[in-house]
T-cell receptor, first 111, second 112 residues
Framework: DGGITQSPKYLFRKEGQNVTLSCEQNLNHDAMYWYRQDPGQGLRLIYYSQIVNDFQKGDIAEGYSVSREKKESFPLTVTSAQKNPTAFYLC??????????FGPGTRLLVL | SQQGEEDPQALSIQEGENATMNCSYKTSINNLQWYRQNSGRGLVHLILIRSNEREKHSGRLRVTLDTSKKSSSLLITASRAADTASYFCATPPSGGYQKVTFGIGTKLQVIP
């Protein structure tokens, strides 16, 4: 899992509630990513950021929001607009031209 | 749409046999990366092969890259039960920013 931490390990969301997933890295990487993984569908890119205060939408950004106020942190908020949030969420960071380093993931469940 | 696509989607072999999985991609790349994911865990990087390399080894892993065919293969020799996992390829596009996309993976089961 390298130098990336994600919390919590499990998260429960109630109907209409926004929840925030934490991702912190101490690898001094500029680029960070959020992926969603559903069974049998591999990883889908939600948002990515290459530098502080800058981020871009990935392939499935609707219903999600992010911020990048610090190099070490890239939190993901799952908003009430995301109607099917149940999934495994993975955060990653990467050095220039290098591989991705993944966190252990957060499993989000809807009550 | 996915840039990298793995094949087969599932593979079951006996311990000690070799396992081969393939990855195809559509556009030009800087490098191609292979990852392993154990059930319920994050992905772990295995090997990165650059676009000007044709073959790379790491322990029991051998990766080949054919840029003319836009394909790569991962060979695991003398497989062990602990190799049971899903394997993904990732293909950062050349030029521009590293918007990395992953395929749906190959689920490998190694039977003891």
């Amino acid at each position: 899992d390298g130098g990336i931490t994600q919390s919590p390990k499990y998260l429960f969301r109630k109907e209409g509630q926004n929840v925030t997933l934490s991702c912190e890295q101490n690898l001094n990487h500029d680029a960070m990513y959020w992926y969603r993984q559903d069974p049998g569908q591999g990883l889908r890119l939600i948002y990515y950021s290459q530098i502080v205060n800058d981020f871009q939408k990935g392939d499935i950004a609707e219903g999600y929001s992010v911020s990048r106020e610090k190099k070490e942190s890239f939190p993901l908020t799952v908003t009430s607009a995301q109607k099917n949030p149940t999934a495994f969420y993975l955060c990653a960071s990467t050095p220039p031209g290098g591989p991705q380093y993944f966190g252990p993931g957060t499993r989000l469940l809807v009550l | 749409s996915q840039q990298g696509e793995e094949d087969p989607q599932a593979l079951s072999i006996q311990e000690g046999e070799n396992a081969t999985m393939n990855c195809s991609y559509k556009t030009s790349i800087n490098n191609l990366q292979w990852y392993r994911q154990n059930s319920g865990r994050g992905l772990v990087h295995l090997i990165l092969i650059r676009s000007n390399e044709r073959e790379k080894h790491s322990g029991r892993l051998r990766v080949t890259l054919d840029t003319s065919k836009k394909s790569s293969s991962l060979l695991i020799t003398a497989s062990r039960a602990a190799d049971t996992a899903s394997y993904f390829c990732a293909t950062p596009p050349s030029g521009g920013y590293q918007k990395v996309t992953f395929g749906i993976g190959t689920k490998l089961q190694v039977i003891p």
